[in-house]
């Protein structure tokens, strides 16, 4: 089944505690991005990827890095959070620039 | 620069009703537009895309849009409400061929019995 992945669905961490989400996708698909969704926002693009070991800012970058080291892979990582990043996450997928996206079931994160 | 204005945060219309959310877009270059539905503690599922073939898009569900550049807007539309329908949509622009993506600040539709 095509589909993309995200673990862990639900986190509670603490404020600077390191943590990594993964997103995976089986479609062979090129391009990647990291979203968050707050109420009365609606989605903000974090990070996107265009291929193996290309990525851009999105325009909220602040707080997150990325990495693209395998086609199929595109973890998020918070290297120190802080409360303001608690957030529902989702990663999405798509084959072409400007394309359909698919998403990922989401990571709802609370950092306390 | 790409921005989305989704002119309701909330919706309400009665089952059999007709449901109009409305969405303009403003984008430097041909743009793709979409609309996204997410239903309660769900992900996010492609309605329709618009990508400059024909301004009236027919999506999933009996939804459709219409591409109206004089406007800039891309409305979406349902001749009758279903319960199934309620939900929060978010109206998307990309520029075509780019890798930015912008969402609407989403639409709730509420649809009474």
């Known amino acids: 089944e095509a589909q993309v992945t995200q673990n862990p669905r639900y986190l509670i961490t603490v404020t600077g505690k390191k943590l990594t989400v993964t997103c995976s996708q089986n479609m062979n698909h090129e391009y990647m991005s990291w979203y968050r969704q707050d109420p009365g926002l609606g989605l903000r693009q974090i990070y996107y990827s265009m291929n193996v070991e290309v990525t851009d800012k999105g325009d909220v970058p602040e707080g997150y890095k990325v990495s693209r080291k395998e086609k199929r892979n595109f973890p998020l990582i918070l290297e120190s959070p802080s409360p303001n990043q608690t957030s529902l996450y989702f990663c999405?997928?798509?084959?072409?620039?400007?394309?359909?996206?698919?998403f990922g079931p989401g990571t709802r994160l609370t950092v306390t | 620069a790409q921005s989305v204005t989704q002119l309701d945060s909330h919706v309400s219309v009665s089952e059999g009703t007709p449901v109009l959310l409305r969405c303009n877009y403003s984008?430097?270059?041909?743009?793709?537009l979409f609309w996204y539905v997410q239903h309660p503690n769900k992900g996010l599922q492609l309605l329709l895309k618009y990508t400059s073939a024909a301004t009236l898009v027919k999506g999933i569900n009996g939804f459709e849009a219409e591409f109206k550049k004089s406007e800039t807007s891309f409305h979406l539309t349902k001749p009758s409400a279903h319960m199934s329908d309620a939900a929060e949509y978010f109206c998307v622009v990309s520029e075509s061929g780019g890798f930015k993506t912008i969402f609407g600040a989403g639409t709730r539709l509420f649809v009474k019995a």
């Open positions: 984008s430097s270059y041909s743009p793709s």
């Open positions: 999405a997928s798509s084959l072409a620039r400007g394309g359909e996206q698919y």
